[in-house]
């Protein structure tokens, strides 16, 4: 069953002085390219975190994010007084020899000066994180859900499409017959508009004409297809990730039907062809999402 890379998880963890929030997005992506928004208290868990990423959702643009509420004061900041006393009789003292009144406003510009709030950065709890890694791996389970759900859409339309590619080509063979025999029809009024009738080697004629319509013969392209799109079908039931696999099925697909269309000679042959490459192109499109 395929699985899209599309996918979205959120969890929340309540821990002793917060409320931890972790959302898990994933786009489509050539290969794992993860980006991490973490405070500075998870930053040394940063390359796990990676880690149980890339081993949850292998392939995909991924974006991990971390948000967090304090729930009592033990995180708040600490006024540095010295620093607040030191800019503050600073500033009241260049605002008397600039002839300026000192007001209470004088107080509140103090407290956007650098290094007047200072925070103890506190350390990571084991405690903490074996809840934190396992609110993640809650949110990385819902982006699988979701990849599978979306997968199944994937699964149907691209299934659709490739039965439609193999009865375009089934309905190629109707014209095989009329085919031939305008080639051989318009051949030989070609020739006959150059040449008289008696001066015509019959068997020669036919030698060339064999040989000819060798070049145009379509066989190998329709089974070469056909086979194609069956294995399409197969890879498609795989367990494992098949976007990639199915990228290169698709393109020797593409390849079956471009030689098929050059070598028609026909108009209706052609018309399928055509529509054989939209539905090729559709197909191509899905496969980006495909993990």
Request: with cysteine; charged share 35%; net charge negative.
């Amino acid at each position: 069953m395929i699985r899209s890379m599309t996918g979205f998880g959120k969890a929340e963890c309540l821990l002793p002085d917060k409320k931890l929030t972790i959302e898990v997005k994933s786009l489509n992506s050539k290969q794992l390219d993860t980006n991490t928004r973490l405070p500075a208290l998870y930053k040394e868990k940063e390359l796990e975190i990676r880690q149980l990423i890339a081993a949850e959702l292998e392939r995909g643009k991924v974006d991990c994010s971390f948000y967090y509420e304090l729930t009592d004061d033990s995180g708040s900041g600490i006024i540095n007084e010295p620093v607040v006393k030191n800019y503050y009789e600073q500033l009241y003292r260049i605002s008397g020899e600039l002839g300026l009144e000192a007001s209470l406003e004088l107080l509140a510009t103090v407290m956007r000066m650098p290094d007047t709030i200072r925070s103890e950065k506190p350390d990571l709890e084991k405690e903490e994180w074996i809840m934190v890694k396992s609110a993640l791996q809650q949110a990385l389970q819902q982006v699988n859900g979701f990849r599978y759900q979306e997968g199944k859409a994937l699964d149907r339309d691209l299934r659709d499409r490739i039965e439609a590619i193999s009865e375009k080509l089934i309905n190629v063979q109707q014209y095989e017959e009329v085919r031939i025999n305008q080639i051989r029809e318009r051949i030989g009024n070609n020739l006959a508009a150059f040449l008289k009738k008696d001066e015509v080697d019959e068997n020669r004629f036919e030698q060339e004409l064999i040989f000819y319509m060798e070049k145009l013969d379509i066989s190998e392209e329709k089974v070469r297809l056909a086979n194609h799109c069956q294995y399409f079908m197969e890879t498609m039931d795989d367990p494992g990730s098949s976007g990639k696999k199915l990228g290169f099925i698709s393109q020797e697909m593409g390849r079956e039907i471009n030689t098929l269309g050059s070598k028609a000679n026909h108009n209706e042959i052609q018309r399928l062809v055509v529509e054989m490459k939209d539905e090729l192109e559709r197909i191509k499109e899905q496969i980006l999402n495909v993990l």
